[in-house]
């Protein structure tokens, strides 16, 4: 979960507070003068470094709020993602649903989804992909959280999503049964996906 500035306030020493008072008031100016700097903008540099000045604990944390307040655009996005390092993706991926880029920040997810790096995964599948991905991704990301052991509790909206999915009961079906006949175990979290894929009674004419 993210932290919030306030509390982050509090959790920060005096140094690590004045660091991110100069990384915000950077990111704010990059956001009011866009194109101003010739190369990368210097709130860029703080978000590598956030976890050597702040702590890796607050790291997601303030990456988040620089992306925030800088408000980049899908270009310098996608560049922090692919440069970055696991943990400044993960921040990135964390962020998407916060930065009013629709859909276009759609294949940081799918690269995401693509990998086998838990912490990727568990971000991917949050607000931003569970709003953004199609039927046919979104199911296919379910079975990669199965897959790669992430708890199904990162799925974001996910008994909105899987509700009544038919087509997701018969994948997690066929998911048990190769797993079952590998001698493998099957993840707990596959039984709480496809018990809300079952249909909703329809109402009896007494509740009518």
């Known amino acids: 979960m993210l932290t919030s500035r306030e509390e982050l306030d509090g959790l920060l020493r005096g140094a690590a507070r004045a660091w991110l008072d100069e990384a915000l008031a950077e990111a704010a100016h990059a ?98 992909g569970a709003a953004h991905l199609d039927a046919h991704g979104w199911r296919h990301a379910v079975l990669k959280c199965l897959f790669t052991e992430v708890p199904v509790e990162a799925l974001d909206r996910l008994p909105e999503r899987a509700g009544g999915d038919a087509e997701l009961a018969r994948m997690l079906g066929d998911f048990a049964s190769e797993r079952t006949a590998a001698g493998r175990a099957v993840p707990a979290g596959l039984r709480t996906v496809l018990e809300l894929t079952v249909p909703a009674p329809a109402p009896t004419e007494e509740a009518r």
Do not use: I, K, M
């Open 31 to 128: 956001a009011s003068h866009p194109g101003a700097d010739s190369g990368n903008p210097p709130w860029e540099l703080r978000f590598a470094s956030a976890g050597r000045h702040c702590g890796l604990e607050h790291a997601d944390s303030v990456r988040a709020l620089l992306l925030v307040e800088a408000r980049p655009a899908l270009p310098a996005v996608t560049r922090l993602y692919e440069q970055g390092t696991a943990a400044e993706r993960r921040a990135v991926l964390l962020t998407l649903h916060r930065l009013d880029l629709g859909a276009t920040a759609l294949p940081l997810v799918e690269d995401a989804l693509r990998t086998n790096d838990t912490r990727l995964v568990a971000a991917a599948v949050g607000p931003y």
